[in-house]
């Protein structure tokens, strides 16, 4: 018979999720986290099969923290916008777990719709929003989120990896003036707002 684990797989995600919050991925080893569990590294590997496994629970368990910062914007009006400042608010604050969830180098090239998949509820959660609150039809609230988005989350990297500061002012209003550009372009019904080139702003 094997041994009853010393320890659950939460107890060790938990741990795990830790040290890459205060430390980074890098710093995440076995010994490392044998040593923040009180324990030998061994615990470790009767529950999970390997390192890349416990990884595999670490995101998973990032990803609902990030989740759950972000729904707290269902309760503010716009949602969208919110959504966007509480994005912001968790790169500032988890920047670490930040990366690890949009800053990793993927083995795969994803296209945007597998990483609207990968958002799950966040990127649901706008859509429904923008539709809602700007009277836009499904494609034309995800064509905006997706714009808008890929503008926040630029917005994030930089805080995130440090390479620059923002106020709280700053930021709403870089995100308040790219979605009210991006809206106005769309309802003029130029809905492919990436081949629109400044001289046909100009015109």
């Given at each position: 018979?094997?041994?009853?684990?010393?320890?659950?797989?939460?107890?060790?995600?938990?741990?795990?999720?830790?040290?890459?919050?205060?430390?980074?991925?890098?710093?995440?080893?076995?010994?490392?986290?044998?040593?923040?569990?009180?324990?030998?590294?061994?615990?470790?590997?009767?529950?999970?099969?390997?390192?890349?496994?416990?990884?595999?629970?670490i995101r998973g368990a990032a990803?609902?923290?990030?989740?759950?910062?972000?729904?707290?914007?269902?309760?503010?009006?716009?949602?969208?916008?919110?959504?966007?400042?509480?994005?912001?608010?968790?790169?500032?604050?988890?920047?670490?777990?930040?990366?690890?969830?949009?800053?990793?180098?993927?083995?795969?090239?994803?296209?945007?719709?597998?990483?609207?998949?990968?958002?799950?509820?966040?990127?649901?959660?706008?859509?429904?929003?923008?539709q809602h609150d700007y009277g836009?039809?499904?494609?034309?609230?995800?064509?905006?989120?997706?714009?808008?988005?890929?503008?926040?989350?630029?917005?994030?990297?930089?805080?995130?990896?440090?390479?620059?500061?923002?106020?709280?002012?700053?930021?709403?209003?870089?995100?308040?003036?790219?979605?009210?550009?991006?809206?106005?372009?769309?309802?003029?019904?130029?809905?492919?707002?990436?081949?629109?080139?400044?001289?046909?702003?100009?015109?």
């Open positions: 018979m094997p041994p009853k684990p010393k320890f659950t797989r939460e107890e060790i995600t938990a741990a795990a999720l830790k040290i890459v919050s205060e430390k980074g991925l890098e710093a995440l080893t076995s010994r490392e986290l044998g040593a923040a569990l009180g324990s030998s590294a061994r615990p470790i590997f009767t529950v999970f099969k390997n390192m890349d496994e416990l990884l595999t629970e990803m609902r923290l990030f989740e759950a910062h972000v729904k707290k914007a269902e309760g503010f009006y716009p949602v969208f916008k919110q959504v966007g400042l509480q994005m912001v608010s968790f790169a500032e604050e988890e920047p670490k777990l930040f990366r690890l969830l949009f800053m990793s180098e993927n083995t795969t090239h994803m296209t945007f719709d597998d990483m609207f998949d990968y958002m799950g509820g966040t990127a649901e959660l706008c859509v429904d929003a923008i836009l039809e499904w494609g034309a609230a995800r064509l905006l989120f997706r714009h808008c988005w890929i503008y926040t989350y630029g917005i994030c990297a930089l805080i995130a990896s440090k390479v620059c500061r923002f106020t709280d002012k700053e930021v709403s209003d870089m995100l308040s003036r790219e979605f009210l550009s991006t809206l106005a372009l769309i309802k003029s019904g130029n809905s492919n707002i990436y081949s629109i080139t400044p001289q046909k702003l100009a015109d």
